[in-house]
């Protein structure tokens, strides 16, 4: 097998596993100093297009010791909140600002990094099998 193909078949899976650890990464940490739960208040939805789609994702709002926080939460296609809804998040008892939406977020985030990873997978797999059927 030509070196140029097999490095650029590896190339492309590192390409999309990347972002996979990178995702995992950012959920996990976010698990990991997210401790405490309390109850937000969605307060808004907003909306982003790209590519004749439109993904929706809440502006919520919360209260750690008297102060008043706002979050947003990921982006997915169809929007399953509306405002004033009651909602569950997570936060840093620390660092009360950062948040996340409890269940919700986690799971998108655990969507696309195994998406990005069985796409990066693919052309390693190719490559791997190529190479020992050589």
């Known amino acids: 097998m030509e070196l140029g193909l ?3 078949l590896c190339g492309l899976g590192v390409a999309f596993l990347i972002p996979a650890f990178i995702l995992i990464f950012i959920s996990s940490y976010k ?3 997210c401790t405490k739960s309390t109850d937000a208040i969605v307060i808004d939805i907003k909306s982003k297009h790209s590519d004749q789609r439109v ?3 809440p502006i919520y709002a919360y209260n750690i010791n008297g102060v ?3 979050g947003k939460g990921t982006a997915i296609s169809n929007n399953t909140l509306q405002r004033n809804t009651v909602i569950p998040i997570m936060y840093n ?3 009360p600002k950062c948040s996340y939406i409890s269940g919700r977020d986690n799971k998108v985030y655990k969507i696309l990094s195994i998406i990005f990873a069985a796409i990066g997978l693919v052309p390693i797999v190719i490559c791997i099998c190529i190479t020992l059927t050589s």
Do not use: A, F, G, M
């Open 68 to 70: 008043r926080y706002t």
């Open 55 to 57: 993904s929706y994702y």
């Open 93 to 95: 008892p620390n660092d």
């Open 31 to 33: 698990r990991r100093r």
């Open 6 to 8: 097999i490095l650029t």
